[in-house]
């Protein structure tokens, strides 16, 4: 550190005239008064002239040219890029045409759940009343709106898989929960090509259509004319609602096709499949036409109701010698849960009931509140509590925790079979 000093008194008298001046006529400061970069304690070491040199080299590196100067001008006059992921959804009102949910609650906490297509002349029957669209459209979603009797709805938007559950049906549709595990059992990506046998009701070939995009091509094959009517129908209908509440429009990707599937063997000859799904009775009878046109790895995913169809389409598989092992064979269930504020019968909170057995009373009077303590139901939560029961709700009232009275059980077994190239002898 002396030396240090040393060498700052040294620099400083050397550059100095002795009169006490700086070269330029200011009065010499000292080390501690004034802050130098490392380019000025340089400059200051050299002879005039190149100090002089070095300070115009600065100045020329700190000084953009007029054409940067201009770029950075005209940058931060343009107006924000937009990334492509917020340009997709509409966030604008209901509009007429597309599709609104309109949620109702019930007593035991339930939900009632309606689906409408919004039109100007039509109206919305619920429960508690009327509710005309044209009060709906032009109304942005997540608000709640008053029906004729007085009852209050949530509208909003619905989702793929809630619009799966309500729109009309003929057989018994695949439920959300299981689709999603055949499509991460086939590993569908975006481009593949997928054959379905069993259009149903069109639930498993809406989800396969937005699974694999624009690029890629569903093939839906259907026996009964009823059901592939109404495959169709329910597939338009969520398309044009899609269009009219999103900027970019829902993928023309399906190829409804009424036919035996087992009469299909000319039209699989020039396919070439990623994965197959199968949702009819005897899908044993569509293996054979099918497999030459799934890929070597590829998945076949079998949708059956009883334990019985899957042991009748393994034996089939084991007899015939067909090129599939079975991987796995499983059957999706949801646990729902109920998680909301209790209350005590007689009215009182829990608090106040531990506060009153706190307190030194005989020991059959702490028995009695114990029992009723007890017996806890479940308090009623509808949209209009007000802050102060909010604010008492969560601060007094502990919450009970139990299983719904309604659970998502057994629906169907899932079978993955697997396509591989047997051993040549």
């Given at each position: 550190?002396?030396?240090?000093?040393?060498?700052?008194?040294?620099?400083?008298?050397?550059?100095?005239?002795g009169?006490?001046?700086?070269?330029?006529?200011?009065?010499?400061?000292?080390?501690?008064?004034?802050?130098?970069?490392?380019?000025?304690r340089?400059?200051?070491?050299?002879?005039?002239?190149?100090?002089?040199?070095?300070?115009?080299?600065?100045?020329?590196?700190?000084?953009p040219?007029?054409?940067?100067k201009?770029?950075?001008?005209?940058?931060?006059?343009?107006?924000?890029?937009?990334?492509?992921?917020?340009?997709?959804?509409?966030?604008?009102?209901?509009?007429?045409?597309?599709?609104?949910?309109?949620?109702?609650?019930r007593?035991?906490?339930t939900?009632?759940?309606?689906?409408?297509?919004?039109?100007a002349?039509?109206?919305?029957?619920?429960?508690?009343?009327?509710?005309?669209?044209?009060?709906i459209?032009?109304?942005?979603?997540?608000?709640?709106?008053?029906?004729?009797?007085?009852?209050?709805?949530?509208?909003?938007?619905?989702?793929?898989?809630?619009?799966?559950?309500?729109?009309?049906?003929?057989?018994?549709?695949?439920?959300?929960?299981?689709?999603?595990?055949?499509?991460?059992?086939?590993?569908?990506?975006?481009?593949?090509?997928?054959?379905?046998?069993?259009?149903?009701s069109g639930a498993l070939s809406?989800?396969?259509?937005r699974?694999?995009?624009?690029k890629?091509?569903?093939?839906?094959y259907e026996?009964?004319d009823?059901h592939?009517?109404?495959?169709?129908?329910?597939y338009?209908?969520?398309?044009?609602?899609?269009e009219?509440?999103h900027?970019?429009?829902?993928?023309?990707?399906?190829?409804?096709?009424?036919?035996?599937?087992?009469?299909?063997?000319?039209?699989m000859?020039?396919v070439?499949?990623?994965?197959?799904v199968?949702?009819?009775?005897?899908?044993?009878?569509?293996?054979?036409?099918?497999?030459?046109?799934?890929?070597?790895?590829?998945?076949?995913?079998v949708?059956l109701?009883?334990?019985?169809?899957?042991?009748?389409l393994?034996?089939?598989?084991?007899?015939r010698?067909?090129?599939?092992?079975?991987?796995?064979i499983?059957?999706?269930?949801?646990?729902?849960?109920?998680?909301l504020?209790a209350?005590?019968?007689?009215?009182?909170?829990?608090?106040?009931?531990?506060?009153?057995?706190?307190?030194?009373e005989?020991p059959?009077?702490q028995?009695e509140?114990?029992?009723?303590?007890?017996?806890?139901?479940?308090?009623?939560?509808?949209?209009?509590?007000?802050?102060?029961?909010?604010?008492?709700?969560?601060?007094?009232?502990p919450y009970v925790?139990?299983?719904?009275?309604?659970q998502?059980?057994?629906?169907?077994?899932?079978?993955?079979?697997?396509?591989?190239?047997?051993?040549?002898?």
């Amino acid at each position: 550190m002396r030396a240090w000093r040393g060498l700052q008194r040294a620099v400083s008298s050397a550059l100095s005239s002795g009169d006490g001046a700086a070269p330029r006529g200011r009065p010499r400061r000292r080390a501690w008064e004034t802050s130098l970069s490392p380019l000025e304690r340089v400059r200051r070491l050299l002879p005039p002239e190149e100090a002089a040199a070095v300070g115009q080299c600065a100045a020329a590196a700190q000084s953009p040219p007029e054409e940067e100067k201009e770029a950075a001008e005209e940058a931060a006059a343009a107006p924000p890029q937009v990334p492509p992921e917020a340009a997709g959804a509409r966030p604008g009102p209901f509009r007429a045409g597309e599709l609104a949910l309109a949620e109702v609650r019930r007593k035991h906490n339930t939900t009632l759940k309606l689906l409408c297509r919004l039109a100007a002349d039509s109206a919305l029957a619920s429960p508690g009343g009327l509710l005309p669209h044209r009060d709906i459209i032009g109304r942005l979603p997540g608000q709640v709106l008053r029906t004729s009797a007085g009852a209050q709805l949530l509208l909003r938007r619905p989702s793929l898989e809630e619009y799966v559950l309500l729109m009309p049906r003929g057989p018994t549709i695949a439920y959300p929960k299981d689709i999603s595990a055949m499509l991460m059992m086939m590993d569908v990506h975006a481009g593949d090509t997928v054959l379905e046998t069993g259009s149903g009701s069109g639930a498993l070939s809406l989800f396969l259509s937005r699974a694999v995009g624009p690029k890629g091509h569903i093939i839906s094959y259907e026996i009964r004319d009823d059901h592939h009517n109404l495959a169709k129908k329910n597939y338009r209908h969520w398309r044009a609602a899609w269009e009219i509440g999103h900027k970019e429009e829902w993928p023309d990707n399906v190829d409804f096709i009424l036919k035996d599937i087992s009469t299909a063997a000319a039209d699989m000859k020039s396919v070439t499949l990623d994965a197959i799904v199968l949702d009819m009775l005897n899908p044993q009878s569509a293996l054979p036409i099918v497999h030459p046109s799934l890929k070597q790895g590829g998945v076949c995913a079998v949708y059956l109701a009883n334990i019985t169809q899957v042991i009748d389409l393994l034996d089939t598989i084991r007899t015939r010698k067909l090129p599939f092992l079975c991987e796995r064979i499983i059957e999706v269930t949801h646990r729902n849960w109920l998680v909301l504020p209790a209350k005590i019968k007689n009215g009182k909170s829990s608090q106040m009931m531990e506060t009153q057995e706190n307190s030194e009373e005989p020991p059959q009077k702490q028995y009695e509140e114990i029992h009723i303590q007890d017996q806890v139901v479940l308090k009623e939560s509808e949209y209009n509590e007000s802050l102060s029961d909010d604010a008492e709700t969560y601060c007094s009232v502990p919450y009970v925790a139990r299983p719904s009275y309604w659970q998502d059980a057994h629906s169907a077994f899932l079978t993955k079979l697997r396509k591989f190239r047997p051993l040549v002898s």
